[in-house]
């Protein structure tokens, strides 16, 4: 089954850190690490979860990995950061309409720069409330 994010989460990658996604109706963000960011990643991109969770496990101990990975997915799934993707649902690539009919990539890529110097540790030259 495909998964997909609803239109009130966004999410951003980033490649030493791992994943941000922020959930508009809660307003949390959630931070997955690298090998959690590319679990999603792959989930997303159409992979299966378990054989996903079992991809991404780590040499040391594969099954104890592949279990952790696996309940990483049903957190997403019960925290309502990822459902199942219905017919007419729009690609998980491309933005759909957010809660306002308006599409919300933009928002996702504005919040991008925001999100990495977060993670990063980097100034915006914003001073934090």
Known sequence: ??????????VVHHDTSGAALLDERSGRWYHLSRPGGRLLKAILAGADPEEAAAEAAVPGDPARSARAFLALFHDLRAAGLLIPRSDGSPHPGR??????????????TRLAGRITARLTGRATGRTRR
């Open 1 to 10: 089954m495909p998964w997909v994010l609803p239109h009130t989460v966004h």
């Open 95 to 108: 933005p759909g309409p957010g809660p306002t009919g308006r599409p919300t990539g933009g928002l996702t």
